[in-house]
């Protein structure tokens, strides 16, 4: 399984010590979500500290940009040296352009669905996106309960992807543990975030080797 765990909840007094952890733990990823208070009821932080994070981290970014209007930020994201600059799909009127932004920037294109958000509605372009970001919470906070019904829109996913012949990434965000990661594991997951299933471990570079084995 690749294993993002997200800076969201680590400690923001001591952001070196949890860089530092994820460097030396088995993730792939570090997942970095940021919030703008309009799309989601939360706002977390911003550019300056990304390019802080990406300057201390050995990890690939793997960013999920809960904003409105986020093509406006394609080149700062890129700036940062991200890999994945994921887009929400209920705030691109053209997602199709946005997701070519994001490769003429030289990333891989990410669109995340809401939990009430249909799979179907990316059949047409699933073999231009890269990453898949399925919500399994309703976004905007770490430490939610995980949204059991996302598990079937898991298994719909694998089968549109596997008909199409793409070669998309599925990514699950949202009350991640060793439980619901076996489950969605089971469903034709690729690709877990975890962010307080992680962060709250006793010992946080066990916890992702745990789901690094899912
Ligand atoms: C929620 C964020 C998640 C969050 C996950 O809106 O997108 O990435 O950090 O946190 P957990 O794993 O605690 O549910
Ligand atoms: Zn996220």
Redesign the pocket.
Same mark, same amino acid.
């Given at each position: 399984m690749i294993i993002s765990p997200?800076l969201?909840?680590a400690d923001f007094g001591n952001l070196n010590a949890d860089i530092e952890m994820i460097n030396s733990s088995e993730a792939d990823y570090l997942?970095i /979500?940021v919030m703008d208070g309009v799309f *989601?009821p939360n706002i977390s932080f911003g550019f300056p500290v990304l390019k802080y994070v990406k300057a201390a981290t050995k990890k690939p970014l793997d960013v999920?940009l #809960?904003i409105i209007e986020p093509q406006k930020f394609t080149a700062e994201v890129a700036a940062t040296g991200a890999e994945i600059m994921t887009v929400h799909y209920e705030v691109c009127n053209h997602l199709d352009r946005v997701i070519h932004q994001i490769h003429e920037a030289g990333m891989k294109a990410g669109v995340s669905l809401n939990p009430a958000t249909p799979v179907g509605m990316l059949k047409d372009v699933i073999s231009d996106i890269d990453v898949v970001l399925l #919500?399994s *919470?309703n976004? @905007? =906070? +770490? +430490?939610?309960k995980f949204i059991p019904y996302v598990l079937d829109k898991v298994a719909e996913l694998r089968a549109m992807i596997d008909n199409a012949g793409a070669k998309t990434i599925i990514e699950v /965000? @949202? +009350? *991640?543990n060793l439980k619901t990661g076996a489950q969605l594991a089971a469903a034709g997951a690729d690709m877990l *975030?975890? @962010?307080? =299933?992680v962060f709250s471990a006793e010992n946080p570079i066990a916890t992702i080797a745990e789901l690094k084995k899912l």
């Open positions: 997200s969201l909840s997942h /979500d *989601v999920h #809960m #919500m *919470v976004p @905007g =906070f +770490g +430490g939610q /965000d @949202g +009350g *991640v *975030v975890a @962010g307080n =299933f």
